[in-house]
């Protein structure tokens, strides 16, 4: 059982180029949030998706654009990336809403030079 | 000011002790109250969950919720070098938002 799958673990980017993070459960869950994890800052709410068809800002949302392709699936664009978006990323699914446990994924390490 | 305060640490401890982990929070909101696991390099892991205030117990882990105070301590007995790790909280209200805090690095050594 893979649970939460997230595609690329490393990217490196210039200032500027534009990127996608993929994440996949296969839990079914109906609940997928975006969080990006820096020193000292803790795990910070980018994003987050209710159900297919549904996403909320979280704390962070500045910079980056998400997308819940299917109940499966759930990305998180950066469309101009800048070096104060270096960062671990993690995607997390949920299959009760408040209640249920969030999985993560192992995480995504984004550099922009 | 942040939703959710927790301190950094770093926590040093020997084996064998007491650890207390404590959040602190400013939404009234929240009754939902979550601690986790989180190894280097990896994702977190659920630890312990509570619903509103109170207690709860598993194993040498022990949660605790002062709604009054927005308040919540996590408790390690018999602490092992395993324990090492950072333990964020986490809370949310009637909403699916989850909110962490920044997550205390603990060190258990031999």
């Known amino acids: 059982n893979a649970g939460v799958t997230q595609t690329p673990k490393f990217q490196v980017l210039k200032t500027g180029q534009s990127m996608t993070l993929q994440c996949a459960q296969d839990?079914?869950?109906?609940?997928m949030y975006w969080y990006r994890q820096d020193p000292g800052m803790g795990l910070r709410l980018i994003y987050y998706s209710a159900s297919e068809g549904t996403t909320d800002k979280g704390e962070v949302p500045n910079g980056y654009n998400v997308s819940r392709l299917n109940k499966r699936e759930f990305s998180l664009r950066l469309e101009s990336a800048a070096p104060s978006q270096t960062s671990v990323y993690f995607c997390?699914?949920?299959?009760?809403?408040?209640?249920?446990?969030?999985?993560f994924g192992e995480g995504s390490r984004l550099t922009v030079l | 000011q942040k939703e959710v305060e927790q301190d950094p640490g770093p926590l040093s401890v020997p084996e064998g002790a007491i650890v207390s982990l404590n959040c602190t929070y400013s939404?009234?909101?929240?009754?939902?109250f979550m601690w986790y696991r989180q190894y280097s390099r990896k994702g977190p892991e659920l630890l312990m969950y509570t619903y509103s205030s109170g207690n709860k117990e598993d194993g040498r882990f022990t949660a605790q919720v002062d709604k009054s105070s927005k308040y919540i301590s996590l408790f390690i007995r018999d602490s092992q070098p395993s324990d090492s790790a950072t333990y964020l909280c986490?809370?949310?209200?009637?909403?699916?938002?989850?909110?962490f805090g920044t997550g205390t690095r603990l060190q258990v050594f031999p």
């Open positions: 839990m079914n869950h109906n609940s």
């Open positions: 939404n009234s909101a929240f009754q939902y």
């Open positions: 986490a809370m949310s209200g009637d909403t699916d938002k989850l909110i």
């Open positions: 997390a699914s949920r299959g009760r809403p408040n209640t249920g446990e969030l999985f």
